[in-house]
């Protein structure tokens, strides 16, 4: 048995600004638009993760990225069209071009990251082109509930927005759930 994980080793990893954040998310938007763009009709998941503080990469978050990528390769590779992996300071990126309606992907991604701890800290947003648009498909478009709060368990968009818990409670939490995949 491996010896458990700590905050010091998780996030052992080069450290990042917002401004470093805002322009990954910015160039994120662009290949987003550019892949649906390239492959009209066709779906697009792209995977990030959900890491708070100014540390987004370090080998046991790597290791906890690449587990759910291969979920999903093994999972989707009969309705994959595409697929890229990109790594840089500021996170891993995947995205996913698929056959499948958007609605079926949601739904695959959604078990996928439901099968894990892991998954909780897993951001796998599905993505199409509607009327020149790119349109998301969220869990409550398809009558699932909100994602919840790896903390307290209230709804995870509402506890971040308000900033309800602080950064090391975040950390701690995501060890944990590490900890136990």
Not at 32 to 43: A, F, G, N, P
Not at 88 to 96: A, F, I, K, N, V
Request: aromatic share 6%; glycine share 4%.
């Amino acid at each position: 048995m491996s010896k458990p994980l700590s905050s010091q080793t998780v996030f052992d990893g080069p450290q990042i600004d917002l401004e470093d954040m805002m322009a990954a998310r910015e160039k994120r938007s662009f290949r987003q638009r550019d892949l649906l763009e390239k492959y009209k009709e066709q779906s697009l998941l792209c995977l990030t993760m959900n890491i708070p503080g100014p540390v987004k990469t370090s080998p046991a978050l790597n290791q906890a990225f690449e587990e759910i990528v291969t979920d999903i390769r093994h999972e989707l590779t009969k309705d994959t069209v595409f697929d890229h992996l990109l790594m840089s300071d500021t996170g891993w990126e995947y995205y996913l071009i698929s056959s499948l309606p958007p609605e079926t992907l949601k739904r695959k991604t959604i078990d996928i990251e439901t099968a894990k701890p892991v998954g909780r800290l897993m951001d796998l947003d599905v993505l199409s082109l509607k009327d020149g648009y790119v349109q998301p498909i969220s869990r409550q478009d398809l009558g699932f509930p909100a994602r919840q709060c790896y903390i307290c368990h209230e709804n995870a968009k509402v506890c971040g927005r308000s900033r309800k818990h602080s950064i090391e409670e975040m950390r701690l939490a995501i060890v944990n759930l590490l900890n136990q995949n």
